[in-house]
Structure formats: C-alpha cells, structure tokens
C-alpha cells in the first residue's frame, strides 16, 4: 500500500501527461518520510470515454484521483499526504486548468485490514538495497 488510480477524461488529450502524472505521485509518496513502503507503492490510470460532466454543453473533463491506504496512519500524516499529493496533481494540471475547464479531485479510501489480503515480495528488494 498505498494504491493510486487516476481516473480522467478521455477529452484531456495530450493534456493528460499520464506517464509523467504517474511518476509524479509515485515519487510524492516515497518522499513522505518513509510512511508507504516504496515496494508497495501502486499507481494507475483509467481513461474514461463514457461520462459527462455537468450539463454536458461543454468540452468539461475531470481528474479524480483516489488514494488508498492501509487503516491505521494519524490524521496529520493523512492529511499531509493528501495535501502533497493533491498539490503535485494541481501543478500537473495548472496549465490545462488556465486554458479549459477542468474539475480536479482526491479521495482517501483506508482499507480495513481485516478485508485487506496482500503478498508481495517487492518489498524484499527495498530490503536488500538499505
């Protein structure tokens, strides 16, 4: 944990930048401290080609960015990592959210882990290169 998913608007175009949007998050997360595992780190992407946003009357798109941790991390930890991450989407997007319209979001999803089954042995490599 934490998993990323991105979901956006087909109508971004080149104004997406997913992969660099990806690496962006991914690197926002590992420079949180050490509070998410970097071998657990997950992100993704989902273009959306049926939806509509508002009225429908514009070329309005959305970013809606849902992050999920494990349960258990304080408040102010949550919410710094919220706050990074939301703020790494927006300087992402700033020059697309000048130009059109452009609804931006980040959700916090805490998985329960009694409901959470995991293996990975990713994180063996992060071991190994301490």
Same mark, same amino acid.
């Given at each position: ?12 175009g080149a ?33 959306l080609h ?20 494990? +349960?258990?991390? $304080? /408040? %102010?930890?949550?919410? *710094? ?7 790494? &989407?927006? +300087?992402?997007? $700033? /020059? %697309?959210?000048?130009? *059109? ?7 916090? &999803? ?21």
């Amino acid at each position: 944990m934490p998993h990323v998913i991105v979901e956006y608007t087909d109508n971004l175009g080149a104004d997406a930048r997913i992969p660099v949007l990806l690496e962006t998050i991914n690197g926002t997360l590992i420079a949180q401290d050490g509070v998410y595992p970097t071998g657990g780190i997950r992100s993704r992407a989902i273009e959306l080609h049926n939806y509509r946003v508002a009225d429908g009357k514009e070329d309005d798109a959305f970013v809606h960015v849902t992050l999920k941790i494990g +349960a258990g991390r $304080a /408040d %102010a930890v949550k919410k *710094r990592t919220c706050d990074t991450l939301f703020d790494a &989407v927006k +300087a992402h997007f $700033a /020059d %697309a959210f000048s130009r *059109r319209y452009l609804a931006l979001s980040l959700e916090l &999803v805490e998985f329960n882990e009694s409901g959470s089954h995991k293996r990975n042995n990713i994180h063996d490599r992060f071991r190994r290169e301490r």
